[in-house]
């Protein structure tokens, strides 16, 4: 008959009326000053630095090596390197930002930057409440406005945050390692003085790490180079000539130093290659 | 007293003489309603509730917006270029003028006739109404078959087109709701 | 003291006219009457309009505004100081002189329709003897506010709502006309006071009002659907649908002036739930006996509360209609029903007392109902459409 669609209608809207003071699962709206909902753990807005401790100037990872800088698409951030240095968190001397601006108004949120970045300084925020009336000045974060502890990391993002502690305490260890064992090996290097380096290098190769602590793999990569390059034209010579002076006057220790060399330099450029890539 | 009648009667004309003074048909439509309202005023003036109500209700509600539409369903919304008055005015002038005359002096004639009162008479709604029931009630008729007529009239004109090669099936049918696909229930 | 109650307008009134002399109390009074009516109904205006959106919130479960005041009541009044504040806006095309007249005409000729509606025992402006007809008269008249404002937007939106408004009006109108007019033909008069005294009897503590015989529901139910579209309100609202013509013949209004033509299409809704409730509902009177001892103008506000409310869940309801439905349905079913309605309460006037009027008075409204309503929801089979142009 005609009409009772329209009282199927205003019965419906009548129960959602009604309903709507009763039960709590009708009412979805959520008053947000006031109320929030959890974000979610992959939500991310813009770009923040991170740094350990307390003090933010100190503790900050990022050591200016601009590679943010140079991959971000729209060309947000800004960068100046510091004339110093600083010890990273290994204790390293590392230079440091001395200007690290992020213009928030031209960031797309790519998460490029967080991407390429091998120092796990740089990561997404959450945080969304930006709204500023200075339009320029307001929207252009300096890197105090940057900074983030490493506890802010892990309240906002807790499974990547404990991810990247979790490599960077690994990364850590296998430093200290080397560094014992570059320790242990100066060591010997002062009691052997000719021959110390030779030994020291096939162990720093492989741990190497991939973020590679570019001046240590750097400075064994030199280390295992400089005898190689010295002995390497010298090396296939005394095997078939063994009656001219310079070979026959070489001791077995002398030779084993020589071989050492020559056998490394084939790993060589794949070790070379990994902290440049 | 008769300040307010003077104010109403300038109101009327004015609004008469603005309908066709202004060249923009739509402000000339629209002082015509002014003119239309200050009749129905005139009309209260002199005690005649029904008349007057009658008159906004019919007039300003419903013969002025006809007008109107008329106007905007004809593409004469357009301000003319050149003046509101045709080359034959004068002759319109004098018709008017003579028709006017004519009913100047009927008028004139018929005032010594009428009874002359001091108050006006109370007519009641209910006394119009029982007068068009009971003595008018051929004249009531006779214009009600005559609307009726016209309404047919204007329902024949409109339907004629429909009636074409195959416009009938392309316009949207009657239905109170429309297609009715979901209610046939 | 529910005597003193009912009459305390009435007396404050007469009472601070007791201050003044002779010759000045009549168009003083007057005056306080009107600025009453006119302080009344935009106060109510804003009491409605938040409640229409908490409402149509809560059938949407959404909250509704809540931010301004505690729970949001205050929202009017953010809102009335926007649109105050607002700039007024112009603009160069238009017809600066009949944009301007539009919103005023409209609002003036809506507040006239209170003239006329007795909105408690003694309590009405002017008892007119022809009251009902002042009333259409004034409604009328609206319909010229609304093409002056959609013709002198020069906008094709404005016109094309106005058009539409228009149109819409002019053909409920003449339903919302019938419906009433049996009403006249019952009590034999144009009055509205004494319509709502010709109701004023009860029988078993029940009272005897126009709703509670056949042909007074059928007229009821059209003068209900004429008057929702009369006002423009969903599911009528295509003048102003704002999918296809942004807000129609308001289009171009800003500021104040749009505040005017919002203000108007809520103060016209009072009018008509008024006068609805006046001609059906039993104007001022309890609607039991036994309740008489609370005041009549609280009677007649509740009712014309209770009236905003059904606009309200109508609003919250219905989807719009399309103009072709629109116009068919004023044309082929609620003209019919109200010209059958006519004849039906002519029937029952004359069969005299007893319980066969009752049933065949009812078995031809509910025969008429079913008959129209199944011949409209027919199945039609639609073409391609065709257009026509003016030429």
Known sequence: MLGDGILKGLAETAKNFAGSFVSKERMTTVEYPEERLPLPEAARNFPFLVYDGDDWEKGLRCVACQIC????????????????????????????????????SVCMSCQICVEVCPFEAIKMNTEFELATDDRFGGLLLDRKELARSNEYYHQIHPTEASEVDARLAEEKAKVEAKAKAAAEAAAAKAAAPPAAAAPATPIAKPAAPVEARPATAAKAAEVAKAPAAATAPVAPKPVPGTGSDGAASM???????????????????KAQGEPKE | MDFVFYLISAFAVGGALAAVLLKNLVHAALALTIAFFGLALLFLRLDAQFAGFAQILVYVGAVAILVVFAILLTKGSEVPKEGVFSKSWFAGLAISAG??????????QAAPSLPNETAAPAVTVNDIGNALMSRYVLPLEIIAVLLTAALLGAVIVAMHEKAGPKQSAGAPGPSLLGTGERRNS | MTERLDQIFVVLKHWLLGYLPESWQTPVGVVISVVCIIGLYPALFAITTVLERKGVGRMQNRLGPNRVGPYGILQPMADGIKSLTKEDIVPTSADAVVHFLAPVILVVTVFMGFAVLPMGRNMVLVDMDAGLLFYFAMGASTELSVFMAGWSSRNKYSLLGAMRAVAQMISYEVALLLSSVVIVMMTGSLSLVKIVEAQNHYSYGFPHWFIFTPWGLAAFIMYAIAGTAETNRSPFDLPEGESELVAGYHTEYSGFKFALFFLGEYVAMFSIS???????????MAPFSGLQFIPSWIWFFGKLFVSMCVFIWLRGTLPRLRQDQLM???????????????FVAGLWRFMGEGWLRWL????ILILAYVSLGREGMRRQKFGPRSYRYAE
């Open chain 3, 360 to 363: 065949v008075c009812s078995a």
């Open chain 1, 69 to 104: 800088e140079k991959e971000c698409p729209p060309k947000c951030i800004y960068i100046e390197k510091s004339k110093d240095k600083k010890p990273d968190y290994v204790g390293k001397p590392q230079i440091y930002p001395a200007k690290f601006d992020i213009d928030i």
């Open chain 3, 274 to 284: 008024g006068l609805g409730s006046t001609l059906f509902l039993g104007g001022w």
């Open chain 2, 99 to 108: 028709v006017f005359a004519v009913l100047a002096w009927a008028v004139l």
């Open chain 1, 251 to 269: 001791t077995p220790e002398d030779k084993k130093a020589a071989e050492t060399p020559a056998k490394t330099n084939e790993g060589e450029p």
């Open chain 3, 328 to 342: 068919n349905f004023a044309w082929k079913f609620v003209l019919p029903m109200c010209l059958l309605n006519l």
